[in-house]
């Protein structure tokens, strides 16, 4: 169990961290800490309370149909994915669902299938810690900075790429996603970011509109010059 809650607590803290990070704002601002404190109680009560056995009951029946919707798919040779831009769901024949997406590699040769079966994550993070010990022992980079970026490597995993279906093109093509949430420059891309984040929201402070009525203000001062 707390593994679940720890899993759940670092989904929600990822991204209400990045959210935050988007209009900079430290996530260690003592208010932040305090939300993040007060979540993670919050998800200790949910997962510690007993569910009622009408809900319980419920949810083992929809496990078990799912395990069997999964059985005969693979059975019928059926691939399930999600649509592009929507919450819905596809059903494709697994052969020319493959077909697609080895078309779309072959026309932009933009990825590469590993095929012999040999893992590049560990070369490549021998690769990452080279670099930031070379940053750290030439001093350009602090203890804590040093620290901010290493990789977890409680959580670290090769990046990988999965398609969705475009079925409002006429062609039904595929849209690349690249899942890196816990890629080897993860953490490295992170700190960059919280770096120029602030930067950039100053120097486009003019121009950028963070909702409708920003937007508005901005056009009244406009058509006011």
Known sequence: MKKI?????????????????????????????????????????????????????????????????????????????????????????????????????????????????????????????LLLDHLHERKEITDEQYKQMYPNLKTLELAHIYFNLKVHKPEISVRPIVASINALARLISSFLDQLRTPIYNYVTKDITFINSIGLIRKLNEYQQK
Do not use: W
């Not at 305090?34 to 007993?50: D, R």
């Not at 083992?60 to 831009?85: C, E, P």
């Not at 024949?93 to 079966?117: L, P």
């Open 5 to 129: 809650i720890d899993q759940e607590y670092k989904r929600l803290y990822d991204e209400t961290g990045k959210n935050l990070t988007k209009y900079a704002f430290p996530t260690d601002d003592s208010r932040a800490t305090e939300f993040f404190s007060e979540l993670k109680h919050l998800l200790e009560q949910l997962y510690a309370k007993p569910l009622p056995k009408k809900l319980k009951a419920n949810a083992r029946y929809i496990y078990k149909m799912i395990k069997s919707m999964q059985r005969k798919l693979r059975k019928a040779n059926i691939t399930v994915g999600q649509i592009d831009k929507s919450k819905l769901f596809f059903f494709i024949d697994t052969q020319e669902y493959e077909e697609k997406v080895k078309n779309y590699m072959n026309k932009t040769n933009a990825y590469r299938e590993i095929t012999s079966g040999i893992c590049p994550l560990a070369n490549d993070l021998h690769l990452v810690i």
